[in-house]
């Protein structure tokens, strides 16, 4: 294959990735999607910026801005390691269409991996690292060195991004393969930076390896270019290998051991509906993976927030804290509420009530879910972190005023879940989604620190729970309502979860 076809295929392949983003059906049904990811990208580039500008005014005594920064190092890659789990898939679930042409599939390989390190998320952390660079660095090593540590760091990432494609290839087989990087990580930060304080040599390092950035040291960017090249091969090799699962989609289907849960069956038909519920969360993928992740999320934050002082000075996010790890399950969940029915929509409309008994099984079983929170909660309490009447106002919060309105995306959610499909491509969030979604995080948690600050605790913490034992106690009039507006759109919905089934 020579060089000009060679070029000219890589344009191509270029061009078709950027089409099928434009093309998706979800965009081009919802145009206000576009705009609100355009928003979101701009508010999130201006908040690094603006901690960027912060972070290089800021005097660190002894160390320079840059030296703390470098020398954290680890935290960005960990974080940046983690994030890429919502957006990034593998070149394997992209080549598919590709294979029916006449092109080499290591070719295909090649093209789709180097697009991936030439990746424009790779610059994205550039929004925080560039105006903290401008005012931290070129004072002390120029615009020479500005522009050597900035492609330093673009060569971390690059290499990340491929660190992070092994894992994510590995997590379509278990996704205990991704305790692996945890463990990693936490070993290297442990033995780093904590196991004794007076040699931190993961700091002291990373803040040597800044500065080789900054007087462009051939050996440092070397170094980490020869990993990525290592990363690479070993990440062809693996893409190679389940290329061929992932076009033919080979299912291993394991018997299951039905299991009766005949203690649902004196609630009848809303009963049955929770028992689909459990199993669905127990046997679908993503369903599964939604739920553990919710779960592990507030399990972490209730640890931290009870052994550690992180939060201790900060009432803010102490309420934040309190409050996330009572809505961050069913915000998970009750996002896509609805959007598993798509699969079948058209048999669950053959009887009208089922729908509205559907959303009562829905609602139950969530509120029952609220329980392990409150049990991770009860570490902060004997901690004394947190008072209990705080842990049961936030719980019946969420379940009085949160969850109702999460359950109003029943009436506009039209995009069916991919139950089987990976986690990134079982769906995408819509405008409602993701406006919903951050309200249920983001309006609670102001309302509740209002109370505290006009208050006190104990207060905000009854008025929570006041309110929250209210719109539970009222859940059949809501619920009731939102079925009649469910029915009312019926048509529409049932059209955009049939269109988006066939697409997919």
Not at 1 to 8: D, E, G, P, V, Y
Not at 354 to 368: H, R, T
Request: net charge positive; aromatic share 18%.
């Amino acid at each position: 294959m020579n060089f000009s076809r060679t070029k000219l295929l890589y344009k191509l392949i270029r061009k078709n990735q950027k089409l099928a983003v434009r093309r998706h059906p979800m965009l081009d049904q919802n145009k206000a999607m576009k705009i609100f990811i355009y928003i979101m990208a701009a508010f999130w580039a201006a908040y690094l910026m603006f901690f960027g500008i912060m972070f290089g005014s800021i005097d660190f005594g002894a160390f320079e801005n840059f030296d703390m920064i470098d020398g954290g190092m680890i935290w960005f890659l960990v974080l940046d390691f983690y994030l890429r789990f919502t957006m990034q898939e593998t070149p394997a679930q992209e080549i598919k269409p590709y294979k029916l042409l006449p092109i080499k599939q290591n070719f295909l390989l090649n093209v789709f991996l180097i697009r991936l390190g030439l990746r424009g998320y790779n610059l994205f952390w550039f929004f925080f690292l560039l105006p903290f660079g401008i005012l931290a660095i070129v004072k002390f090593y120029g615009l020479l060195g500005l522009l050597g540590w900035l492609f330093g760091w673009w060569l971390l990432f690059v290499f990340n991004s491929y660190w992070y494609l092994i894992f994510r290839t590995l997590n379509q087989r278990s996704w205990l393969y991704l305790l692996i990087p945890t463990a990693v990580y936490a070993a290297v930060i442990y033995f780093g930076m904590f196991h004794d304080s007076g040699n931190q040599w993961l700091f002291d390092g990373c803040v040597q390896l800044g500065r080789a950035f900054c007087m462009w040291n051939w050996w440092s960017y070397l170094c980490i270019f020869a990993v990525i090249v290592v990363l690479f091969f070993i990440n062809q090799r693996m893409q190679r290998a389940c290329v061929y699962r992932e076009i033919a989609q080979v299912e291993h289907v394991e018997k299951v051991k039905s299991t009766e849960m005949s203690f649902l069956n004196r609630f009848g038909i809303i009963g049955e509906f929770m028992k689909l519920e459990i199993k669905s969360t127990m046997r679908n993928k993503v369903v599964r993976k939604q739920f553990l992740t919710g779960a592990i999320c507030t399990l972490v934050f209730c640890l931290l927030f009870a052994f550690t002082d992180v939060y201790d000075d900060m009432t803010f996010m102490r309420t934040y804290i309190c409050v996330y790890c009572f809505a961050c399950l069913g915000t998970i969940t009750l996002t896509n509420v609805m959007c598993m029915e798509g699969n079948y929509i058209d048999f669950l409309m053959s009887r009208k009530e089922s729908v509205l008994q559907l959303l009562k099984a829905k609602y139950y079983f969530n509120c029952l879910m609220l329980l392990f929170p409150l049990l991770f909660s009860i570490a902060p309490i004997v901690e004394g972190k947190i008072l209990f009447i705080e842990a049961l106002g936030c719980m019946f919060f969420t379940s009085g005023a949160i969850f109702p309105f999460l359950f109003q995306l029943a009436v506009y959610n039209n995009q069916t879940l991919q139950l089987n499909a990976q986690i990134t491509k079982s769906g995408r969030s819509t405008k409602h989604q993701m406006i919903f979604s951050l309200a249920a995080l983001l309006v609670p948690m102001l309302i509740m620190y209002i109370l505290i600050v006009v208050f006190n605790v104990e207060v905000a913490s009854w008025v929570m729970l006041v309110i929250g034992l209210l719109g539970t106690g009222l859940s059949h009039v809501w619920l009731r309502n939102i079925y009649h507006r469910f029915m009312i759109h019926r048509y529409d919905n049932m059209a955009g979860f049939r269109d988006s089934l066939n697409h997919d």
